[in-house]
């Protein structure tokens, strides 16, 4: 699912189906490096799931049309009213679930700590991103509240059972909320400027 939040309206079935057959495979390699090579505590996945399905995606990317992807001449590579109803109550069962899915492995206090850790960091990034998208652009944008309000949950995943300070899990939820929604915000008018740049070069 991470992998192909990069590749929306630029794979086909047969495409993804081939991709997330090869992705299986690097991403049991991945996990072997980290955890048995490298000895990582990554108990919520940041590292072997979130960061690794992000790098995937961004580079197969490379193989498509990304400028035609980003033209989206029929439309694809952009949400409706449903799809984004649909995102919306995906992104508040995450929101109630991800402290579980932080805590899955950990045990005793850990997992309390996990727990509570993972709630304070992803409540910071949900204000975060709601305040950066009524400063940036005067109202809400719910394209970019529905990713960045994940994001605190996603940074917390290889840390969320060794913090001790419940305002240091706010304080990273609120950085990962702020640099997600200005990521995104920046991304996207690099991209529309850049294709604006080609087009008018005739690339």
Same mark, same amino acid.
């Given at each position: 699912m991470i992998t192909f939040g990069a590749l929306l309206g630029k794979i086909t079935f047969a495409q993804l189906f081939l991709l997330s057959t090869l992705e299986v495979i690097f991403y049991s390699l991945n996990q072997v490096v980290i955890t048995q090579i490298l000895g990582a505590v990554d108990i919520g996945g940041s590292m072997s799931i979130h960061m +690794?399905?992000?790098?995937f995606g961004l580079t197969s990317t490379f193989f498509f049309k990304s400028r035609r992807a980003i033209k989206d001449e029929y439309e694809q590579n952009r949400g409706n009213y449903n799809s984004q109803t649909i995102? $919306?109550?995906g992104t508040i069962f995450l929101? $109630? +679930? +991800?402290?579980s899915f932080n805590a899955a492995l950990a045990v005793g206090t850990a997992q309390q700590r996990a727990i509570i850790n993972t709630w304070l960091s992803i409540t910071g990034s949900a204000i975060m991103s709601v305040f950066i998208c009524r400063l940036m652009k005067g109202r809400l944008d719910m394209e970019i509240i529905l990713r960045s309000t994940i994001a605190g949950g996603v940074i917390l995943g290889g840390s969320c059972n060794l913090i001790f300070n419940g305002g240091f899990a706010m304080l990273t939820g609120c950085l990962a909320g702020i640099a997600s929604s200005l990521g995104q915000i920046r991304l996207d008018e690099f991209m529309m400027?850049?294709?604006k740049i080609h087009d008018t070069c005739g690339v």
């Open positions: +690794f399905g992000a790098y995102a $919306m109550i929101f $109630m +679930f +991800f402290p400027k850049n294709v």
